[in-house]
């Protein structure tokens, strides 16, 4: 029950203002709050259980910056998705499983390496136990992701949609540069490479802005 309670409130407080929480709220504002919170609850219990089981030798497998790398572009991919909207013909018939599934790869993408995982990892060690940590990290993650559920909720019923729409696709278009900015050699990161890639960016979110009538918040 100690490493229950203890991991539960640790994790609590880790995840308060984290990316994974408004990641959670940005999703909120694009899909059911109910497949956003089962996606999140599928993403993190096999997240935490691969750091419980496995810890830091996952990374020696897969680099942890490719790792971050490939969640920083899904991020970006998801904001210029949340742009474009779902007006094309047909896309409201597409399966209930694919925001399910969206939620929870980019989900655990977000959660690889991130301070809650690592602090499963930490916290299976210094208990020497797995189920209570398990236990006690999910719970934790699912108690103040829920509160970003909400907060996501909320603007989605207090704020006109098409700013909604701009809102949530910042938010992942910025976790995404932030991610790489992050998880990128810096070789790569001259003024040239930067002004190329924010340029390009513009031109993208122009064009699918166009394309998807979400120009005229």
């Not at 602090?119 to 719970?139: C, K, S």
Request: neutral net charge; hydrophobic residues 60%; charged residues 10%.
């Amino acid at each position: 029950m100690v490493a229950f309670m203890t991991a539960l409130i640790f994790v609590i407080l880790a995840e308060m203002g984290d990316k994974t929480q408004l990641l959670a709220m940005a999703f909120a504002t694009r899909y059911r709050w109910q497949t956003v919170m089962w996606g999140v609850f599928a993403a993190t219990l096999l997240n935490h259980l691969l750091a419980v089981l496995v810890g830091s030798y996952l990374t020696r497998i897969i680099p942890l910056n490719y790792i971050e790398i490939a969640a920083a572009v899904s991020f970006i991919i998801f904001g210029l998705w949340t742009i474009r909207g779902d007006e094309l013909a047909g896309e409201d018939k597409v399966s209930n499983y694919s925001p399910f599934w969206t939620v929870c790869i980019a989900f655990f993408l977000a959660e690889m390496g991130d301070k809650t995982q690592l602090a499963t990892v930490a916290l299976a060690a210094q208990f020497n136990t797995i189920l209570p940590v398990w236990a006690g990290t999910t719970a934790g993650m699912m108690v103040a992701d829920g509160i970003g559920i909400i907060v996501g909720v909320v603007l989605c019923k207090r704020i006109p949609e098409k700013i909604v729409k701009w809102i949530s696709a910042l938010i992942f278009i910025l976790f995404g540069f932030y991610g790489l900015y992050e998880s990128v050699p810096i070789h790569f990161l001259t003024t040239t490479n930067i002004i190329a890639v924010l340029a390009l960016m513009t031109v993208a979110v122009y064009v699918i802005a166009r394309r998807g009538g979400g120009s005229t918040i």
